[in-house]
């Protein structure tokens, strides 16, 4: 099977020249408010998905990346406050979604931008069998009879592979194993086939030899049906495996994007290659080896600031990264795929990994 | 990273020390009803020495470390630490024994009474232990702790949720450590934290590891942190040990089918690295613990299994190192289930090509 038998340079190559896109978000922010005040989450994020891509959305905890997925959809509280643009080339032309009314959304999700999320286990209904469930996505889109309809459903559960679908078909879901049960929400969240996939951490919680499988699976969709995958996740291992291209967040905004060889190989921005000196990586031992930290947390920030969120704890820092925002572009104009938000960009010599010569922490 | 480590690495594995291992576990089994969460595992930690103890949800890993704490009573087996049989202690005859063995727990949220000031936390072992310390000098021990964990005194006055993930895992470690334990178990330490957390508090783990010198029982299912930490591993598999043996042995030549799954599935952050590697899909379903399979408990899911596996449980007392496996020899070869039927990933080497081209 062509797992990566398209050239990987073409999706990478995007947002100019590359695969046509499906979706495009421009400026998108949100803010909370809370009993303790606003909370910014989301700053002005740009992000581009072209057909047949897998994207991989990076960051830690409180970076943005659920609240950016969330807002696709619609699927965030009435105490956000949603602004900029979320465009979805759909099959009878452009939607907007970002503001969009309920029965807009309504339409759209399932059909044309659909997601996975992490626990399996909440997301599906433990009383109703795993069929019924795969063709209640089907009857609320299409016309289909009953038995068209199970029909389906096991045909979803076999691209999916879980074996003997035609009597999985009527289990229930506690009847499943974690992996099965997020390969039926894998099989749920495809039944009409969507442009687009939102898989928010879709592995986390799977076990590592359960987790190939499922990103095998993901893979398979997007070789197979042509699905482009918007991919969040915190893990590193897994963005390296399955994204085409990366977009790197952190608090709430886009602070690095490019094509994954090129990331993982030149990070520029001084929070992703931190990220990359802080994991562990074969071969790296405690008695030989020291990982590098990065000092400090993530703010969490009521307003956003005209400087760079990450200087605080940035070795690089100067008085210019805290007095202005730095634009989203590219450190190098013959790479203009690959864009960092950062005015003292990494230098690119050195492997990825070992030592971007970040300053963030002395190794001792 | 341990002393023995430093001396001289996989030399030390040879040697053996005249004083009793750190840790001793012997035929352990536990069964929480018809569960057979443990069953018939058997180790031992040289002092100094960091083993790590791999495995996926619902191997029984969290239980051995349990049993090793004695937070349940096992079923049968022995847990000797530092040569006292502490297996079947009651609650007053532990007492004294409490302080060899510490617990630092996945979740430091829920492993801090949310009630109690950071400081008393920190000294409550010293209070539990009954040594005659005036308050002045109790607060002297917890401020040197606070300290050792790269935390401000001022942090003893405050309460955990006033502290950060990566804080609050700090507080749990200094509290395991001011009683000077022999041994830390340490389950999924790191696992709840963000990347950059987590590596300042493996490099903790590791500069105290080296300067206190105790033995350490490092439970989790992240390999790469096992490759940073161990001096040894072991693996685990439904309730059983299937490999144990030094870190670079087994990183570099996995013996058994299930480690060696285990270690393609896990995936590396290197894009031309990971997409050259092909992983061994193993299917989704673990069987259940409550009616393991027959024989070799892996067979049902390993690429490699014959009927000989279904009949014949192997040997699963693995001493200093080997392989729980009828296939594997005694010099470590074996079947490589990397080497099986295609799996599909990476097979027209195009694909890595036209990667590191574009890496280029």
């Given amino acids: ?364 | 990273m341990s002393a023995h480590a430093a001396t001289g690495g996989a030399a030390a594995t040879t040697t053996r020390p005249a004083t009793p291992p750190a840790l001793e576990v012997e035929g352990l089994a536990m069964h929480f009803g018809p569960v057979r969460a443990v069953d018939d595992v058997s180790f031992s930690i040289r002092p100094g020495q960091v083993l790590a103890l791999v495995g996926e949800s619902g191997s029984g890993k969290s239980t051995v470390g349990k049993c090793i704490t004695r937070l349940v009573e096992p079923t049968a087996g022995t847990v000797r630490v530092a040569g006292t049989d502490i297996t079947h202690l009651s609650r007053r005859q532990l007492r004294p024994h409490r302080g060899d063995v510490s617990i630092i727990f996945q979740d430091p949220a829920g492993s801090l009474d949310p009630r109690m000031l950071v400081g008393d936390v920190v000294g409550e072992p010293l209070r539990l232990r009954g040594e005659r310390l005036s308050r002045r000098d109790r607060e002297v021990r917890v401020r040197e702790e606070l300290g050792r964990v790269g935390l401000r005194a001022e942090v003893a006055h405050r309460y955990p949720h006033e502290l950060s993930g990566g804080q609050r895992q700090r507080v749990s470690i200094a509290r395991a450590l001011i009683s000077r334990p022999s041994l830390l178990v340490a389950d999924e330490p790191t696992s709840a934290l963000d990347v950059s957390v987590q590596a300042a508090v493996l490099n903790l783990l590791a500069d105290l590891q080296r300067d206190m010198a105790f033995a350490c029982l490092f439970i989790t299912h992240d390999l790469s942190a096992v490759e940073y930490l161990a001096d040894d591993v072991a693996v685990m598999y439904l309730g059983q040990l299937v490999e144990r043996g030094s870190r670079r042995r087994l990183f570099d030549r996995p013996a058994h089918p299930y480690t060696q799954a285990l270690l393609s599935a896990a995936p590396v952050a290197d894009p031309v690295a990971q997409r050259e590697r092909r992983p061994v899909l193993l299917g989704d379903d673990l069987p259940s613990a409550i009616d393991p399979p027959s024989g070799c408990r892996f067979r049902t899911r390993c690429p490699a299994a014959t009927e000989l596996c279904v009949q014949v449980p192997p040997n699963v007392d693995l001493g200093d190192g080997s392989a729980a496996c009828h296939y594997v020899r005694p010099d470590g070869s074996g079947p490589d289930v990397r080497r099986g039927p295609d799996t599909g990933r990476g097979a027209d080497g195009t694909n890595d090509d036209t990667l590191r081209s574009a890496t280029a």
């Fill in chain 1, 1 to 364: 099977m062509t797992v990566h038998a398209e050239p990987v340079d073409a999706p990478l190559a995007s947002p100019s020249g590359g695969p046509e896109p499906v979706l495009s978000v421009r400026g998108l922010s949100v803010a909370f408010t809370t009993e303790t005040g606003r909370v910014s989450a989301v700053d002005g994020v740009d992000l581009t998905l072209g057909a047949g891509e897998i994207v991989g959305v990076v960051g830690e905890s409180g970076c943005g990346k659920s609240v950016t997925s969330m807002s696709l959809a619609g699927l965030l509280p009435g105490t956000a406050a949603v602004t900029g643009s979320v465009v979805l080339h759909a099959r009878e032309g452009d939607t907007e979604l970002a503001g969009a009314r309920e029965p807009v959304l309504r339409r759209v999700r399932g059909r044309d931008i659909a997601y996975i999320f992490q626990e399996p286990m909440t997301s599906l209904n433990p009383v109703i069998t795993i069929g019924q469930q795969i063709t209640e996505v089907l009857k609320a889109h299409e016309r289909v009879s009953r038995g068209q309809a199970r029909a389906r459903a096991i045909e979803l559960l076999r691209l999916v592979g879980i074996p003997s679908p035609e009597k999985r078909v009527d289990d229930y879901p506690h009847q499943l194993s974690g992996g099965m049960r997020q390969r039926v929400m894998i099989a749920m969240a495809v039944a009409c086939d969507p442009k687009v996939l939102v898989a928010d951490e879709p592995t986390t919680a799977l076990d590592v030899t359960v987790q190939a499988g499922i990103l095998q699976v993901l893979r398979d969709l997007r070789d197979r049906l042509g699905t482009s995958i918007l991919f969040i996740t915190h893990d590193l291992g897994v963005i390296a495996d399955v994204a085409d291209r990366v977009v790197v967040m952190y608090a709430g905004r886009v602070v690095e994007a490019g094509p994954v060889g090129e990331i993982f190989a030149h990070p520029r921005h001084r929070y992703t290659a931190g990220l990359m000196a802080a994991s562990p990586l074969p071969g790296r031992h405690a008695g030989t080896d020291r990982l590098d930290e990065i000092p400090g947390l993530v703010p969490v920030l009521s307003e956003q600031p005209d400087a760079c969120t990450f200087a605080d704890r940035c070795g690089a820092a100067d008085e210019l990264c805290r007095s202005r925002r730095p634009p989203l572009e590219p450190p190098r104009p013959d790479r203009a795929d690959h864009v960092a938000a950062c005015w003292h960009p990494a230098p690119t010599d050195g492997p990825a990994g070992s030592d971007p010569g970040t300053p963030l922490e002395e190794a001792r």
